[in-house]
């Protein structure tokens, strides 16, 4: 049996303070730490998250499930497409005015279904909406974006921004790949 040294952690009161106020006081200390823990390691079994927040085992599963089943927090994986040499690229929508809601709701829902969109944000402003594609290089990825979009007669304009560095994925630091260095 392997002795794993046990990771201690340290929690900033300033991070505290500050996802408190992003949940508008919905979390409490101990819910923060949790999150924070399961956000660095989703994988933390409720024994080491009581561990390291000082609480009791009970405890800690009671706020982690209150969390998941409140949909706070979902534990996922992400892959890492660096990792893999895979390219990615946010394209950015802008509907034509004239657009129906029922076209709009169809069109996300073939982005929703296509395996290589990993994420789709709405947004308020001059775009309305960002997919986020990824596929093995380039090359194909231009090819991927041009197939789903092309003929599309609910989009007005279309900026597509190939991402060549991710520094920080949610709070985690990046290993800066193709020839930026830090």
């Given at each position: 049996?392997?002795?794993k040294k046990k990771k201690s952690y340290s929690w900033d009161p300033e991070d505290i303070k500050f996802w408190r106020e992003m949940s ?141 560095s991710s520094p920080k994925l949610f709070t985690t630091r990046m290993k800066y790949k193709h020839g930026h260095s830090k």
């Open positions: 049996m392997v002795n508008k006081g919905e979390l409490s200390d101990l819910d923060v730490k949790i999150f924070l823990a399961l956000r660095e390691n989703g994988r933390l079994p409720d024994t080491e998250l009581a561990r390291i927040t000082g609480v009791s085992v009970p405890t800690a599963r009671r706020h982690r499930i209150s969390l998941q089943e409140k949909g706070y927090i979902k534990i996922m994986a992400l892959f890492i497409f660096e990792e893999f040499g895979l390219a990615s690229a946010d394209v950015i929508l802008k509907f034509r005015e004239d657009a129906s809601q029922k076209e709009i709701s169809k069109f996300i829902e073939e982005a929703i279904s296509n395996r290589k969109i990993f994420e789709i944000d709405e947004y308020i402003g001059e775009y309305d909406v960002v997919l986020k594609f990824f596929d093995k290089d380039f090359k194909e990825l231009r090819k991927t974006i041009e197939e789903f979009i092309r003929g599309r007669a609910i989009i007005q304009k279309t900026l597509i921004l190939p991402a060549v």
